[in-house]
């Protein structure tokens, strides 16, 4: 990504203010130089993968070479299979990454579905005091992707979050790159209704990139939207409990992932469309009379109709699941945030974003023909 420290110019106020102090680049944050303000402070990298053997070993490999070996910033690495039906966690396990089943974790619990719920289910596995989320599809990953998240968090206290910006480009099927044309559902989707609804949000170059990290205390303390409404959620939802100031970006350069179908993303898309709705429902900034329809009816070239359901489902925040580990845990923030004095295990576990939407686990890829 170029240019990332000269645009305030051209932003609302609110964020040029924000956006330089709080932007910075992989390359100001050597993994060496972190490791004294690392201390005892833990690592959990968390990469949620389905059917990702193409890329998921390569990725656990250079962590565990970089960034345990070399340098011991990460503590653990966990792959979260997401329902794989191929040889993910396989490879992940020979690459020396602990794999644990999305469904496998928390089993008590009603099973939902999609990324969202792996990184719950992820932090749920994981025990370190931060937190780093990448995807596992990525086809250009370097350590730096994960040592620049840490380094705001590890030398910072009043950051409390970090999301990765980068240059994303469009690879076409034969394999040429278009610069910067990469990112269709947050260019046509995500970034309009952040610049609409939370315009103090607006500086993030990548809102939907999977690449971010945590405090854990931050993470546990907020709901997880689940499918690919994740990432629009915890930043609008992050944005009302730890603020703005807490929250930084860095550069992490290039992003070369796999690229889904514009039908695919036609679904992303509502799912990232029905996760802002329930925000601004629920910050009292709509009322409306009935919940919005879940439906998406797609048409193919041939004419053939697909009717997806886009619906998302929510997982509570982590700390009133597991409020007994949450009080067990030394705490690395000054004010955690407070936990029931039981495990609420008998709670709902899936709440239907308010105003009551079905809460359905939907599987983007699940299709059902209606013509
Ligand atoms: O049910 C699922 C679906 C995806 N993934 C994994 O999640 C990551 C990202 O999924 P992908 O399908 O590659 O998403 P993108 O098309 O790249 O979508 C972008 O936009 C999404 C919505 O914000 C984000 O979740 C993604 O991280 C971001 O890369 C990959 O490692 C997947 O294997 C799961 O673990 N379970
Ligand atoms: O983040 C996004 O907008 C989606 O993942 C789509 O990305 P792509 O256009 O690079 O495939």
């Given at each position: 990504m170029d240019g990332h420290s000269h645009p305030s110019r051209r932003l609302p106020a609110l964020v040029g203010d924000w956006f330089g102090p709080h932007t910075s680049a992989a390359a100001d944050w050597p993994p060496h130089t972190l490791l004294?303000?690392?201390?005892?402070?833990?690592?959990?990298?968390?990469?949620?993968?389905?059917?990702?053997?193409?890329?998921?070993?390569?990725?656990?490999?250079?962590?565990?070479?970089?960034?345990v070996e070399d340098v011991p910033l990460v503590d653990e690495i966990i792959v979260v299979d997401s329902r794989s039906t191929d040889a993910t966690a396989v490879r992940a396990t020979e690459a020396g990454a602990r794999v644990v089943s999305?469904?496998?974790?928390?089993?008590?619990?009603?099973?939902?579905s999609g990324k969202?719920?792996?990184?719950?289910k992820g932090l749920a596995a994981s025990t370190g005091d931060i937190v780093v989320y990448a995807d596992s599809d990525l086809r250009n990953f370097g350590s730096h992707?994960?040592?620049?998240?840490?380094?705001?968090?590890?030398?910072?206290p009043h950051v409390h979050f970090v999301k990765g910006a980068y240059e994303r480009p469009l690879t076409g099927p034969d394999g040429v790159a278009q610069r910067g044309a990469g990112g269709r559902v947050t260019e046509l989707?995500?970034?309009?209704?952040?610049?609409?609804?939370?315009?103090?949000l607006a500086g993030f170059v990548q809102p939907l990139g999977g690449e971010y990290a945590a405090r854990r205390e931050v993470l546990e303390?907020?709901?997880?939207?689940?499918?690919?409404?994740?990432?629009?959620?915890?930043?609008?939802?992050?944005?009302q409990h730890i603020g703005l100031d807490a929250m930084a970006q860095v550069d992490l350069g290039c992003r070369e992932h796999s690229h889904q179908s514009t039908a695919a993303l036609g679904r992303m898309a509502g799912q990232i469309m029905?996760?802002?709705?329930?925000?601004?429902?629920?910050?009292?900034?709509?009322?409306?009379?009935?919940?919005?329809?879940?439906?998406?009816l797609q048409f193919d070239a041939d004419g053939n109709t697909t009717?997806?359901?886009?619906?998302?489902?929510?997982?509570?925040?982590?700390?009133?699941?597991?409020?007994?580990?949450?009080?067990?845990?030394?705490?690395?923030?000054?004010?955690?945030?407070?936990?029931?004095?039981?495990?609420?295990?008998?709670?709902?576990?899936?709440?239907?974003?308010a105003p009551p939407m079905p809460a359905l686990p939907a599987v983007p890829s699940a299709t059902e023909e209606v013509a």
């Open positions: 004294p303000a690392k201390g005892a402070t833990t690592v959990s990298v968390v990469l949620p993968a389905r059917d990702e053997q193409e890329t998921v070993g390569g990725i656990v490999a250079a962590i565990r070479r970089d960034l999305q469904d496998d974790v928390l089993p008590g619990l009603p099973s939902l969202g719920e792996a990184l719950w992707f994960i040592s620049g998240l840490l380094g705001p968090l590890l030398t910072q989707v995500a970034r309009p209704m952040l610049n609409l609804y939370w315009p103090e303390a907020v709901p997880f939207v689940t499918e690919y409404g994740v990432e629009f959620g915890l930043l609008v939802d992050l944005l029905l996760t802002a709705w329930s925000r601004l429902e629920r910050q009292g900034r709509i009322v409306a009379s009935e919940p919005p329809a879940t439906g998406l009717l997806s359901d886009v619906g998302v489902a929510e997982r509570p925040p982590l700390a009133s699941v597991l409020g007994a580990r949450a009080t067990a845990r030394p705490p690395a923030m000054s004010s955690p945030p407070p936990v029931p004095a039981e495990p609420s295990v008998t709670s709902p576990m899936v709440l239907p974003l």
